[in-house]
Nanobody
Framework: QVQLVESGGGSVQSGGSLRLSCAVS????????MGWVRQAPGKGREGVAT???????TYGASVKGRFTISQTNGQRTVHLQMNSLRPEDSAMYYC?????????????????????WGQGTQVTVSS
C-alpha cells in the first residue's frame, strides 16, 4: 500500500506559479505510475499529468506547455510545477498512483484507474 500527501496549494493571480509536492510513503520498493488529477466543483475528475516508471511524461491538452511533472528521491516525492496559471486551473488537485505498467492516456483519460489517492490540495487562481 502507498500513502500520498499533497502540499503546496494556495491562491495566486492569473499568470502566477505554484509548485505542488506529493510525499509518497509505504511500499516504495516497486515502481508506480504517478499522476496529478484535478476536480473543480460540479465537474468530473480531469487527468493533469502522469509520469511512469521509465520517466515518460504525459500531459492533458489544457496544461501542456505550462505544467511540468517531476520526481525526486526516486519516486518518494512527486512535483507539479504550474506556470502561467489561469482561473480555469482552479480546482482541488490530487496526487495519485497506479499499479499498471502503462503510461500516458491509460491513466490520463480515465483517472479512476489510479489505485491510490492523496487527500488533495486546493489551487485557486484569480483574474
Amino acid at each position: 500500500q502507498v500513502q500520498l500527501v499533497e502540499s503546496g496549494g494556495g491562491s495566486v493571480q492569473s499568470g502566477g506559479s505554484l509548485r505542488l509536492s506529493c510525499a509518497v510513503s509505504g511500499d516504495t520498493s516497486r515502481s508506480y505510475s504517478m499522476g496529478w488529477v484535478r476536480q473543480a466543483p460540479g465537474k468530473g475528475r480531469e487527468g493533469v499529468a502522469t509520469i511512469d516508471s521509465d520517466g515518460v511524461k504525459t500531459y492533458g491538452a489544457s496544461v501542456k506547455g505550462r505544467f511540468t511533472i517531476s520526481q525526486t528521491n526516486g519516486q518518494r516525492t512527486v512535483h507539479l510545477q504550474m506556470n502561467s496559471l489561469r482561473p480555469e486551473d482552479s480546482a482541488m488537485y490530487y496526487c495519485a498512483a497506479g499499479l499498471m505498467p502503462l503510461s500516458g492516456s491509460y491513466y490520463l483519460e480515465t483517472p479512476d484507474r489510479f489505485t491510490y489517492w492523496g487527500q488533495g490540495t486546493q489551487v485557486t487562481v484569480s483574474s
